[in-house]
């Protein structure tokens, strides 16, 4: 907000902020050539009948002298050109039309103009100064060029509700223009916010993996150094235990590469935090994670038409995570509903995942608290996995969580 200070009675100063004039737009433009135009319309209009000699506008004041209209119509078209810097210095402009205010009629429409401006743009304060010192000026003409058949306090009084009428008018144009500014800063604060939210689901789903692969490849390692250190204590082994020994190394540090290319990417576990925590079980443990939501009161429906031992581990670490993930949502969001998970796929085919249950018809009465950004980490990780996942409203109106991960023929 625009900050003020007084130097003096007749000055003032504005320190830069929210109200500084931006560029003036197109429809800017527009409205200023039509403020411009009525304001100028009416100064023309009026003191040319003025000066007809037998006036019907401005009839009240028909008894002002000829060189006054002349003065008038001057002050009018020059009240009129300012409104084109209305927007710059409005409460310059409006201070500095103060004195015409005091005998010109022709300048009214513009001097409303500034008033009104004046309070768009300008903070309370200010605009109650003005507002104030333009009744005042109101006064004095109401005095010096005074209506015929009314008195002066009535046409004194009018001027004054007409003055404060403008003002209130602006006040409620600026406090909406607030309000929309006020609530597109929160749009724009929330929409930063969610993203960053998704940033750090998606950096979390990564340090997880990375922990849970430090376990897998230290288990893998060790079998390797364990392999290796039985051929060299035994050299003279038969072949056929070198052969069976060598095949399990073999197959280890494929096996050890694999979950190695699966960790290439992943944000790595920052110094001084938390211990690394053990490896997601794989799918052989899907049964057990069904009867500990049957037990916890889920309808849960398993459906696994492969043999998990199978499946290879990273593929069943993150098959695992996504059920499991999947499960917890439906528990939270659709309480009381059946849930089908089914598991199936072939080598060179990849792992299909998918869990269905009936779309809620109302929210749960006591929510369970939770960040909104699971399925977030879950597509993540699936990624990282080199599958895809998916989530959203299915036709028969139900939840579908499907996912495919990869399975090397």
Not at 18 to 25: E, I
């Amino acid at each position: 907000m625009t900050e003020y200070r007084w130097l003096l009675p007749s000055m003032l100063v504005a320190a830069p902020g929210l109200d500084r004039p931006a560029r003036r737009s197109t429809r800017d433009w527009i409205i200023d050539s039509v403020c411009f135009a009525l304001a100028l319309g009416f100064a023309v209009i009026g003191s040319a009948d003025l000066l007809s000699g037998s006036p019907t506008l401005l009839i009240q004041w028909a008894h002002a002298p000829r060189w006054l209209v002349w003065l008038d119509l001057v002050a009018g078209v020059a009240a009129s050109v300012a409104l084109w810097w209305r927007r710059r210095w409005p409460v310059r402009i409006a201070l500095a039309l103060q004195p015409v205010v005091m005998f010109s009629v022709a300048s009214a429409v513009a001097v409303m103009i500034v008033m009104f401006t004046v309070a768009v743009h300008r903070r309370f304060g200010v605009t109650a100064a003005v507002a104030g010192i333009s009744i005042v000026s109101n006064a004095v003409f109401c005095v010096l060029r005074p209506e015929r058949e009314t008195p002066v306090w009535e046409s004194i009084a009018w001027s004054t509700v007409i003055v404060i009428i403008l003002t209130l008018w602006g006040m409620v144009v600026r406090s909406r223009r607030q309000l929309v500014v006020s609530l597109r800063d929160r749009a724009e604060r929330a929409e930063s916010e969610q993203q960053l939210r998704v940033a750090q689901a998606r950096s979390l789903e990564r340090t997880r993996i990375a922990r849970e692969m430090h376990d897998v490849l230290a288990h893998r390692i060790s079998l390797l150094s364990l392999h290796a250190g039985a051929l060299e204590i035994h050299p003279d082994a038969a072949p056929a235990e070198v052969a069976g020994a060598a095949g399990v190394i073999r197959a280890s540090a494929h096996q050890a590469l694999q979950d190695l290319r699966e960790v290439i990417g992943v944000l790595r576990t920052e110094p001084g935090g938390p211990d690394p925590e053990r490896p997601q079980p794989t799918l052989g443990e899907l049964v057990t994670l069904a009867g500990e939501s049957r037990a916890a009161g889920m309808k849960v429906a398993l459906d696994v038409a492969l043999e998990p031992g199978r499946v290879p581990d990273g593929a069943g670490r993150t098959a695992y995570r996504i059920v499991q993930e999947g499960l917890t949502n439906a528990r939270k969001h659709a309480p009381g509903t059946a849930v089908t998970v089914a598991v199936h796929g072939a080598p060179g085919d990849g792992l299909h995942i998918e869990i269905r249950n009936r779309w809620p018809v109302a929210g749960p009465a006591e929510p369970i608290p939770g960040t909104g950004t699971g399925l977030i980490g879950l597509a993540e990780r699936a990624s990282l996995a080199g599958g895809r996942l998916s989530h959203g409203r299915g036709g028969q109106n139900e939840f579908v969580l499907s996912a495919w991960l990869p399975w090397p023929a």
